[in-house]
C-alpha cells in the first residue's frame, strides 16, 4: 500500500462544512460537493481524520445544484481545490475544457489507482486517455426495498422476476394496503427506474448504446421501456397517485415506507437509502427486520440482472501539495473504512473489506456491487450537457401522460442529437 504522504504540521484543524466557499488560508483546501445528510457527515468523518494525520483543514461546501456552482465559480476565477463530481459526463465536459488536473501528473499514477480500482472504475474517470477523475464512492441503483415484517404479515416471498413482483404487488392492493411510494419531485429518481428497466428489456449493449448517444431515444424500445414502467407508477399503486408522487421528494418517499407513520410498502431507489433510512427517517429501524432489500428483479432471462450503479468522482482544479496529499488519503483503504463504517456510502476501492461495513444492508450493497456480473453505470449521469436533467423532465411526463410518450421521446431526441 503506497503510504499517504504526511503533512509536518504541529496543530491539527477540524474539518467545517458550509454552503458558502470558504476563505483560503495556508493548509487548508476546499472541497465542493452536492452531498448533505448522512452522505455528508459520513465524509466529515474522513476529512477530519485526514485534517487529524496531515494538519490540512478541509473546508467543505455543500452545493445541492452542483452543476450551475461549479459553472460559476469557474467564470469567476474561484474554483475549489477539488470538488466531487457526480456525473461522469460533468467531469468529461470540464476535462475537455481544461478546468480539472491531470491526476496521472499528480501522483495517482494507473498502477496506483489499478491497485485499489476496477478497470470500470478507472474508465469512468478517464477522458481522451487521461485520468482526471478518482472514484470517492459507489452504489447500486439496481436495489429495491420492503419491510420484511410486513412481507411476514401479508405471507409474501421476496420476488426474483417482474411477473412475481407485480403478483406481490397486487397483493399488498388486495390487503388494503398502497404497495409504492416514489420520490419522483426529484426526477433522477425515475432515471433510475427506466434504466433498470430498459437494461433488462432491451439489454446491456442496447443500454451502452442508447446512453452514448448512438440508439436514438425515439426508438420503440425506449417507449416499451417507460410503459414497462408504468405498470408500477401508475394512480393505482403509488401513494398519492401520480401527482402525489411528483409532489414526493426522494427523502420524503422513503419516510413515506419507513418512517414511524408509513403509508406504503415498497420503494425503489440505490442502496444509499439504507443509511439515509436508518439515520434521518427512523433510527428505530432494525436492518433485517423492519428494513431490508432485494436485487432487481429479472424482466427477460435472457438479459439477468444487470447491476446499474452511481459513483461520484473526487476531481483537483489546482494542483497543490495540499490537494495531491488529500487525493492520496481518500483514495486509501485507511479512508474507505472510516467513510463505510458510517453506512452511509459503498466504497469503490477493492482494498476495503466487507468486515468494515456496520450491517447487512451496506454489506449486501458492497456484495452486490463487488459481485455483478454486468456494471452498467448510471445512464442519464453519463448524458452530456443538460440532457440528464431534461430527461428526468420528460419521464415525469411520461408518467403523467402515457399517451403522449412517442411525442415527448421525439421531441427529447432533437435535444439529444444537438448534444452528441
Known amino acids: 500500500m503506497l503510504a499517504v504522504v504526511l503533512g ?14 470558504a476563505a483560503r488560508s495556508a493548509g487548508s483546501i ?5 452531498w448533505g445528510g448522512s452522505e455528508k457527515d459520513a465524509f466529515i468523518k474522513v476529512t477530519d481524520a485526514f485534517t487529524k494525520s496531515t494538519g490540512i483543514k478541509v473546508n467543505y461546501t455543500t452545493a445541492r445544484d452542483f452543476v450551475p456552482v461549479i459553472r460559476t465559480r469557474l467564470a469567476a476565477g474561484n474554483p475549489p481545490e477539488v470538488a466531487i463530481i457526480p456525473r461522469p459526463g460533468v467531469l468529461s465536459d ?18 496506483y489507482l489499478t491497485a485499489r480500482y476496477s478497470p470500470a472504475w478507472i474508465k469512468l474517470g478517464t477522458v481522451n486517455g487521461k485520468i482526471y477523475g478518482v472514484a470517492a464512492k459507489a452504489n447500486s441503483k439496481s436495489v429495491m426495498w420492503y419491510r420484511p415484517d410486513q ?15 407485480i403478483a406481490v ?24 427506474w427506466f434504466e433498470n428497466v430498459y437494461a433488462r428489456t432491451a439489454g446491456p449493449a442496447k443500454y451502452l448504446s442508447l446512453f452514448s448517444g448512438k440508439t436514438s431515444f425515439a426508438d420503440p424500445s425506449v417507449k416499451r421501456a417507460i410503459l414497462q414502467m408504468t405498470q408500477v407508477l401508475n394512480n393505482k399503486y403509488l401513494a398519492g397517485g401520480v401527482q402525489g408522487a411528483l409532489g414526493t421528494a426522494f427523502v420524503d418517499g422513503i419516510g413515506r415506507v419507513f418512517g414511524k407513520k408509513p403509508s406504503a410498502q ?38 439477468g440482472q444487470p447491476m446499474v450503479g452511481g459513483g461520484d468522482l473526487a476531481a483537483a482544479f489546482k494542483d497543490t501539495p495540499d490537494v495531491r496529499t488529500f487525493l492520496k488519503y481518500i483514495s486509501s483503504p485507511a479512508a474507505g473504512r472510516i467513510w463505510v463504517s458510517t453506512g452511509a456510502i459503498i466504497s469503490p476501492n477493492k482494498q476495503v473489506k466487507k468486515s468494515a461495513y456496520p450491517n447487512i444492508l451496506v454489506q449486501k450493497e458492497a456484495a452486490q456491487v463487488a459481485g455483478a456480473k454486468v456494471f452498467l453505470f448510471d445512464g442519464s449521469d453519463t448524458l ?10 420528460a419521464l415525469q411526463n411520461a408518467i403523467q401522460k402515457p399517451g403522449s410518450i412517442s411525442s415527448l421521446l421525439s ?9 452528441f
Open 8 to 21: 509536518a504540521v504541529a496543530a491539527t484543524f477540524a474539518a467545517t462544512a458550509s454552503s458558502k466557499p
Open 30 to 34: 476546499e472541497v465542493l460537493s452536492l
Open 94 to 111: 470540464l476535462a475537455k475544457q481544461g478546468a480539472v488536473k491531470d491526476l496521472g501528473s499528480m501522483g495517482l499514477s494507473r498502477s
Open 151 to 165: 412481507f411476514k404479515k401479508y405471507k409474501l416471498t421476496v420476488p426474483q422476476t417482474w411477473g412475481q413482483l
Open 169 to 192: 404487488t397486487k397483493k399488498l392492493k388486495a390487503k388494503g394496503q398502497t404497495p409504492w411510494a416514489q420520490g419522483a419531485k426529484d426526477s433522477w429518481t425515475l432515471t433510475d
Open 266 to 303: 415498497l420503494y425503489m431507489e440505490g442502496g444509499f437509502v439504507g443509511g439515509i433510512a436508518l439515520d434521518q427517517v427512523n433510527t428505530a429501524l432494525k436492518p433485517g427486520k423492519t428494513i431490508n432489500s432485494f436485487f432487481w428483479p429479472t424482466i427477460k432471462a435472457q438479459y
Open 384 to 393: 452530456p450537457g443538460t440532457l440528464a436533467d431534461d430527461w428526468g423532465a
Open 411 to 419: 421531441d427529447f431526441q432533437k435535444k439529444a442529437a444537438k448534444e
